[in-house]
């Protein structure tokens, strides 16, 4: 079993920035590949982005890309997402979730494990 702790999170203007962590514990080598989540009131979850877990591939959405960064820190099992330049439109739950076998950026639901969630509120 992997279980996903999250941090981060909060209320910000537009055009502020946020980071998110997201610390891994339990059996850490049983996924490869590790996302962020948002799912906004009324909408369906959206993945933002994603990081295997050797750091090779990087997976962003087009409406975060360029604003958002996904990083590791491998030894501390810690990803995080620095977001800047945040818009109304950022605003949703955060979810950080984990794939063991194949990824599931295109569909959360493939996802194994997920964390607890954290609010990311952007006013304009």
């Known amino acids: 079993q992997v279980q996903l702790a999250q941090s981060g999170g909060g209320s910000v203007q537009a055009g502020g920035s946020l980071r998110l962590s997201c610390t891994a514990s339990?059996?850490?080598?049983?996924?490869?590949?590790i996302y962020w989540f948002r799912q906004a009131p009324g909408k369906e979850r959206e993945g933002v982005a994603g990081?295997?877990?050797?750091?090779?591939?990087?997976n962003y959405a087009a409406s975060v890309s360029g604003r958002f960064t996904i990083s590791q820190d491998k030894a501390a099992h810690t990803v995080y997402l620095q977001m800047n330049s945040l818009e109304p439109e950022d605003t949703g739950m955060y979810y950080c979730a984990a794939a063991s076998i194949t990824g599931c950026f295109g569909n959360w639901r493939q996802c194994d494990y997920w964390g607890q969630g954290t609010q990311v509120t952007v006013s304009s």
């Open positions: 990081v295997s877990r050797d750091g090779v591939r990087t």
């Open positions: 339990g059996y850490v080598y049983s996924f490869n590949y």
